[in-house]
């Protein structure tokens, strides 16, 4: 596997961490009460959706392997440029629900092309 794409999905387990790691133990009041955390929260987003838009670039196989990958990157351009339309329902229930999900993919796929 190429540098470039190991460093993609490097990106994308570090942000899913990141998420993990601001929102354990926080409730969806928590979340949508402090904007310190929404927009740490929206940064890893960027950051996730941005990263697999480009690994996609490079190795569009691995679109098949990572659940929602077009709908991941599409979350990540409202973030960016429609960032007045965001809903704070959706993003704790892609933290809740659809993050793990990515995770572990993304974990799988690492540890595949360890070596």
């Known amino acids: 596997m190429q540098l470039e794409i190991k460093m993609y ?10 998420l993990k790691q601001f ?3 926080k409730s969806k009041k ?3 009460s ?7 929260v929206e940064r890893q ?13 490079k190795a569009p ?12 990157i599409d979350f990540r351009n409202v973030l960016v440029h429609a960032y007045n339309v965001v809903d704070e329902n959706v993003v704790w229930d892609i933290i809740r629900y ?5 995770y572990k ?3 799988e796929l690492i540890n595949e092309n360890k070596a």
């Open 9 to 18: 999905l490097e990106n994308i387990r570090r942000a899913a961490e990141l």
């Open 23 to 25: 929102t354990q133990g």
């Open 30 to 32: 928590d979340y949508t």
């Open 34 to 40: 402090d904007l310190l955390l929404c927009s740490a």
């Open 45 to 57: 987003f960027e950051i996730i959706g941005e990263a697999l838009n480009r690994l996609l670039k």
């Open 61 to 72: 196989d691995l679109g098949q392997r990572i659940t929602s990958a077009r709908k991941i």
């Open 98 to 102: 659809e993050l793990p999900v990515l």
């Open 105 to 107: 993919e993304v974990k």
